[in-house]
């Protein structure tokens, strides 16, 4: 009896120590120790490393569980104990068996898992990193169950199976299209991570063999019902709402939403259609097919033909795993039963009279001997059958035993694993060490930066002091605290982010230690706990031992191997606790170090923020200081203002009465210098006008302004005495009117600059109408302007020989001096200087006999014209009837004349260095030019035929390729002087490099800028150039002829 008792012991299989034991007996307790234990018994039975389905019956208890205890606190304090981290599949059926309590679970299972949701994003991102099996679904199931939780923490109102009726969908929303709009977008995120789960578990299975009816494809597929469940839901609410908000807002702003439900409706189309085709689905669930096309959620009519999905779930007929569990009780007895049934068959019932027949021995045909002897035959018999079956027991005795110690080795290496484990949490401290030691090198970085920027500001204290000296300083110390100041803030700003970050990093990882320690602390207790249980073990296996010893003789070998293997059990266990008292030291050291940085780290901090408070304040001061600086700068830039438009109006005013006092009567003024005076005056009104509106954006332009503004009225009052002067001799209505014109143009000249002296009129005070006034008295001046010709016709042809001798005067003076330049430059100049030079000279002179070549033709030829066709008539008659092309030509020869004069002058600075090639070459071009007028002009009145003609044109081409040899010696004198002076970068650093690099910017930005601005210069000089020599050449009069 004792040794069927004890195998039943052996057999028995304890539940985990998971929960803690209460003192005390009373009802409630007992109970409630009864709930723990039976929800404990069902959570380890749902979720198990097992690669099956969740049985629906543990599911069950667990949701029950929920609404019994009002929350999840039973439920977490189990699953915290389970190795999650480093079994997929039983982290796969943890989070089917979490998203059934979400949704069928009690309304508290939330607020009590959310603590754990910083948990469960670590593991997501952990299992993300396995590509293969589990990983990526558990990855992607845990984004799904945070997404869940976030969605459900901003909803209140929607509950876990998300079955809400349109009022209540409407009251979620409180009425408000911004509500809506938003809790549409949440909607599409959940559908999203709803759908990226069904299609990963898809995409896992090999849909080419009947996966749904194997174990481990319904364990994948199992959790796709809640999936399912919740993509119905959110389908239908997510068409409503988009209805809703097409009512209220225009189709355009909705377009991105409309997008986005078509590309879910797809998926979620095709995977309930992959689904309801799976044999494992048609008898748990009836799933919904979406209609064939989307709602138009553009035409409002739409919602009424809208069908809200449905899902349905049949009723659960029972299964085998609902089966009763047989108690341990009645099975003892039972076998107890068993035994004293088997010991009545061998030795016969208690209550026999004469178990060996005694009583019956008279009457018997044989003698008692022989009786005896078949007595004691069968007694051996019974004897031996009874020994066999204790052999039997002894041998299922040493399996049971030799199974236990197979399950004492399992535990051992659990406990390895466990010991590997907090090794690796002490490398993960020492690595969390690390990284707080470089944080306190950042944070001295900091300090160091801090200090940077304290000395900084001491040295903006003195710069703040000496803009108090004197005000010619004052506007660009005033710059450069601006811009000290900007830098000032910014370091400020990013000593704050710094900081930001060190108090952010920090709270992490007080955070991170805080859950190793608690991880630490509850494996010790789990180790601790797990020690106990097998000395508890290792006592009842002696125990078992001494009783089959003392019972079986036969089985003592097998019994000595037994204690040998349960000694070195006892001595691994003993080294095992060795290794966790010296991994408790090392945490002890860890903790100690680890608080030991926090107290330096919060030492640095205080006095970071004590030196950051000091420099805001610094900084406040100096705001002030710099606010009253600017107001009493602007008020002595008005008072400037002011006191030099008082100056200017009083000039103004006093011009106006020099033109009534009757001694200005006799002054007397010419038009030409009216028009200088009002041209100049006009110049500098557009000027004025343009400071006044720099004034008007920023104050500190108000340098510029007061010289324009002195000018200005200097001008305009001498423009109003030149104008009365000149009315004095003109013709009595221009003069009236010149004299009204003036007498305007002051008061309303008066008037601007009295506007300029009232600080609420300077913003609107406008010099146009003065510009205007000034207009028309140049208008009226050109118009007394008095015309005439420079030169008498008579005068002509000898003004044309005496322009061709001065041209070849002129020629033959810069051939000789470019002779003398390069005779000094052979003197003096060696190498690739005297090579350039000699080039350039040397062009130069070519381009002079070219030049003077075609000097001698145009005489020829225009002798040859001259007599040609003047007749009768003198050589002077001839020019003076021709006297538009005999200014032509005198103007052609001018212009050959100056052209070689300014050459020269180029090419002796070219030479001496000071000049630059940019000037020769245009000097050429330019001669060139006059050179082609100086033959047009020869042209026009030649004969085709004439051999002077042939002689010209072939000059004129010695002459272009004279000067296209100037430019081309130039460019490549230009080069060899560039290569010579080549920049050496190979001594300078990066930050050299990179300043020299933004000034060669700056300086390309300058110079583009300059070449626009010279461009236009260009065109208005060749405009004014063409005007004026119309005007010389009377183009007008032949236009108007």
């Excluded at 042939?950 to 230009?974: E, I, M, P």
């Amino acid at each position: 009896m004792d040794r069927v008792s004890s195998t039943m012991k052996q057999v028995s299989n304890p539940l985990p120590k998971v929960l803690s034991r209460r003192a005390g007996g009373g009802g409630l307790e007992a109970e409630r120790e009864s709930f723990e234990r039976a929800q404990t018994v069902s959570i380890n039975k749902a979720i198990n490393a097992q690669e099956v389905a969740v049985k629906e019956k543990h599911a069950r208890t667990c949701i029950l569980g929920t609404h019994h205890e009002k929350g999840a606190q039973t439920f977490w304090s189990v699953v915290n104990r389970l190795p999650l981290s480093g079994n997929a599949v039983l982290c796969w059926k943890f989070c089917h068996v979490f998203h059934k309590l979400l949704r069928d679970g009690h309304s508290n299972v939330l607020k009590d898992s959310v603590r754990y949701k910083n948990e469960l994003s670590d593991m997501s991102r952990m299992w993300g990193h396995l590509s293969e099996g589990y990983g990526q679904l558990c990855s992607i199931y845990l984004k799904l169950l945070r997404t869940k939780m976030e969605f459900h923490i901003k909803n209140p109102r929607f509950p876990g199976n998300l079955q809400m009726s349109d009022r209540q969908l409407d009251e979620a929303g409180e009425n408000d299209v911004n509500n809506f709009f938003q809790l549409t977008v949440e909607m599409f995120d959940y559908l999203e991570c709803e759908l990226n789960l069904f299609q990963t578990v898809f995409s896992s299975l090999d849909m080419s063999r009947s996966v749904s009816v194997t174990a481990a494809g319904q364990c994948r597929l199992a959790p796709l019902i809640q999936v399912i469940l919740d993509c119905s839901h959110l389908y239908d609410y997510t068409v409503k709402l988009l209805f809703k908000l097409h009512s209220c807002l225009p189709a355009d702003t909705l377009q991105g939403h409309r997008d986005r439900f078509l590309e879910q409706f797809r998926k979620l189309k095709d995977l309930f259609y992959r689904s309801s085709n799976l044999q494992y689905f048609k008898r748990l669930i009836q799933i919904p097919q979406l209609p064939e096309n989307p709602p138009n959620f553009l035409r409002a009519s739409a919602l009424s033909e809208h069908i809200s999905p449905v899902v349905v779930i049949p009723a659960e007929a029972s299964s085998p795993d609902s089966e009763p569990i047989t108690d341990l009780v009645e099975m003892d007895a039972a076998s107890q039963s068993l035994f004293d049934n088997k010991f009545d068959d061998i030795f016969g019932s208690s209550f026999s009279c004469d178990p060996f027949n005694f009583n019956s021995q008279n009457g018997m045909n044989k003698d008692d001997k022989d009786r005896l002897i078949e007595q004691l035959y069968g007694e051996i018999t019974a004897l031996k059958e009874e020994l066999e079956n204790f052999k039997a027991e002894s041998a299922r005795g040493a399996v049971q035993l030799r199974g236990r110690a197979s399950e004492l080795e399992a535990e051992l290496a659990e406990q390895q694993h466990l010991k590997q484990q907090a090794q690796d949490e002490s490398e993960f401290l020492r690595a969390e060490l690390e990284e707080l030691k470089k944080q306190r090198e950042d944070t001295e970085k900091a300090q160091r930066s801090l200090t940077e920027i304290e000395r900084r500001a001491q040295a903006n204290e003195q710069r703040y002091s000496k803009l108090k000296e004197k005000y010619s300083e004052l506007v660009q110390n005033h710059a450069d605290l601006l811009r000290k100041n900007a830098e000032v803030t910014k370091q400020i700003t990013v000593a704050r982010q710094a900081q930001g970050d060190v108090e952010r990093e920090k709270k992490e990882l007080e955070d991170s230690f805080q859950r190793v320690s608690e991880q630490a602390q509850r494996k010790s207790q789990e180790q601790a706990e797990v020690l106990e249980t097998l000395k508890r073990e290792l006592a009842a296996s002696r125990q078992e031992l001494q009783v089959l010893q003392g019972t079986l003789e036969s089985s003592t070998q097998a019994g000595a191997e037994q204690n040998t293997r349960i000694a070195s059990l006892e001595q691994e266990r003993d080294r095992l606790s060795q290794a966790a008292e010296q991994h408790r030291d090392k945490m002890a050291a860890l903790q100690a170090e680890l608080q030991q940085l926090r107290d330096t780290l919060t030492h640095e901090q205080e006095s970071s923020r004590t030196e950051l408070e000091m420099l805001q304040t610094q900084l406040r001061d100096k705001e002030s200081m710099e606010r009253v600086l600017q107001q009493r700068l602007a008020e002595e830039r008005l008072s400037l203002l002011q006191s030099t438009a008082r100056q200017a109006e009083c000039m103004v005013q006093d011009a106006l009465a020099r033109m009534e006092d009757p001694a200005h009567i006799s002054c007397t003024g010419s038009a030409d210098c009216l028009l200088s005076q009002t041209l100049a005056a006009s110049e500098c009104a557009e000027r004025l006008r343009d400071a006044h509106s720099k004034y008007l954006l920023d104050g500190a332009a108000v340098g510029s302004l007061l010289p324009h503004l002195a000018l200005f009225a200097h001008l305009v009052s001498n423009t109003l005495l030149q104008g009365s002067a000149t009315s004095h001799v003109a013709p009595v209505e221009p003069a009236d009117r010149l004299l009204e014109l003036c007498k305007q143009c002051g008061s309303e000249t008066v008037s601007y600059l009295s506007a300029l002296q009232d600080p609420g009129k300077v913003a609107s005070a406008d010099c146009s109408l003065v510009t205007a006034y000034l207009g028309q008295i140049g208008a009226i001046g050109e118009e007394l302007r008095p015309r005439g010709l420079d030169v008498k016709q008579e005068e002509l042809g000898d003004l044309v020989d005496k322009e061709m001798a001065a041209t070849a005067a002129a020629i033959e003076v810069a051939s000789a001096r470019i002779e003398e330049m390069l005779s000094k430059a052979r003197a003096g100049d060696t190498g690739v200087q005297l090579e350039v030079n000699e080039r350039i000279l040397g062009s130069c002179t070519g381009l002079m006999q070219a030049i003077r070549v075609l000097v001698l033709a145009s005489k020829d030829l225009q002798r040859e014209i001259v007599e040609s066709g003047r007749g009768a008539a003198s050589p002077k008659e001839f020019y003076a009837k021709n006297s538009r092309w005999t200014e032509g030509l005198i103007s052609a020869s001018k212009a050959v004349g100056w052209g070689a004069t300014v050459m020269v002058d180029a090419a002796d600075l070219v030479v001496q260095g000071k000049g630059t090639f940019e000037e020769l070459m245009v000097c050429s071009r330019e001669i060139a030019a006059s050179t082609a007028q100086l033959v047009a002009a020869s042209k026009v009145k030649a004969d085709k035929d004439s051999a002077n003609l042939c002689k010209l044109q072939q000059a004129s081409r010695g002459v272009n390729q004279a000067t296209a040899s100037v430019v081309a010696s130039t460019k490549a004198g230009r080069s060899q002087v560039e290569e010579k002076d080549s920049m050496d970068f190979s001594s300078m650093t990066l930050t050299q490099i990179k300043r020299q690099e933004m000034d060669s910017q700056v300086r390309v930005l300058e110079l583009e800028n300059q070449l626009q601005k010279e461009r236009q210069k260009l065109g208005e000089l060749r405009k004014k150039h063409y005007e004026l020599a119309g005007v010389a050449e009377g183009w007008e009069e032949d236009a108007a002829d």
